[in-house]
């Protein structure tokens, strides 16, 4: 038999998920990937580490720094799939709360049915692009 969960339950949840995204906002906001120590705890990218290629994701712990630091271009140049991503996000979250607060308002971009074949061609599409040691092409490259 399923159980209800009580809704306070869930904002608890919410609540106890901010606090580690907090702390880890923050070691992103005073730690610089690009230019981390020994002891840091920066991952390297294994795709980029076994194959040499940069994923869609190579560039994006840079980007996230720049972005707390109100550097948008800098972060475009790092990773600009990460920030079209982080664009479709707050979308998200503003589709939710206008649907919570304000039904009459309610509009989802990412609830069309097209919406997740194009973002997945995006996706692929950057990664092949990011990839080609082409002029126009290697200003995607982290």
Known sequence: MATK???EY??????LLGIPVFFLLRYYYINDPAISQEGTVFAVCPFHYITGLHCPGCGSQRA???LLHIRILEA?????MLVLVLFILGNKGYAWVTKRYLPN???D???KPWFTYAIVGL???FWVLRNI???PFTHLAP
Do not use: F, R
């Open 105 to 107: 308002y309610y509009y």
């Open 133 to 135: 040691p082409v002029h």
């Open 64 to 66: 996230i720094h720049d």
């Open 109 to 111: 971009l990412n609830s």
């Open 5 to 7: 969960i009580k809704k």
């Open 123 to 125: 996706v692929i599409g």
């Open 10 to 15: 869930v904002t608890y949840g919410y609540l």
């Open 76 to 80: 475009i140049k790092h990773n600009s």
